[in-house]
C-alpha cells in the first residue's frame, strides 16, 4: 500500500509546473496520418492510399484558451479503371481550451475548427469547394515542459454544394508549446 500511495505523490508532484498553456504563448503542431485500403468484389478491385496532414499554429490569448490557423493537405490515390490522384487544400481559424490548471502534466483539452477546403484531380479540370468542421476533446500529456501528445475524439464533417459527410474520428498527435519571452 505504500507503494502505491507514494508512487501516487511522486506522480503528483512531477506532474506540476509542466505545460505552456497561459497567455502570450504560442503553440503548433498537428497530426500526421497514413491509410491504405483494397475494396475486392465479384466484379473488381479497388485500392486506396491516403495521406494526410494536419498542421496548426496558435497564440494562447488568455490562461488556458489559444485560437489560431489550421491547415488541411491531403493527397489520395484510388485505383479501380484507372488512376486518380485527388488533392486538397484547406484553411480555416481554430479555438482551443484546456480545462484543467496550467500546471498539470495531464490535461484535458477541446478542439473545433472549420475549414475552407478546395480540391482537384487528374481525371478533370474541376475544382471543388468545401467547408469541413471538427469538435474533438481528449487528454493531452505533456511529455516535457514543451511537447504535448494528445489524442483526440470528435465529431467531423464537412458540407459540399451536392454533397456531405459526418462521422466521428479519432487522431493522436502532438503540440509544440512556445513560451514567449
Partial sequence: MRFIYFTVLAFLCASSCFSQITKNNWLMGGQLSFDHSKTKTDQSEISSTVFQGKPNVGYFFVDKLAGGIAFDLIHSISTLSSKTRVTTFGVGPFIRYYFLNTDNRINVVSDARIGFNVTS?????????????????????????????????????????????????????????????
Fill in 121 to 181: 484531380n487528374n481525371q478533370n479540370s474541376l475544382k471543388n469547394r468545401y467547408t469541413s468542421y471538427s469538435f474533438s476533446a481528449g487528454p493531452s500529456v505533456f511529455l516535457n515542459s514543451s511537447v504535448a501528445m494528445e489524442l483526440l475524439i470528435g465529431y467531423t464533417g464537412y458540407q459540399a454544394s451536392t454533397s456531405s459527410n459526418n462521422g466521428i474520428r479519432a487522431s493522436i498527435g502532438f503540440q509544440i508549446h512556445l513560451e514567449r519571452e
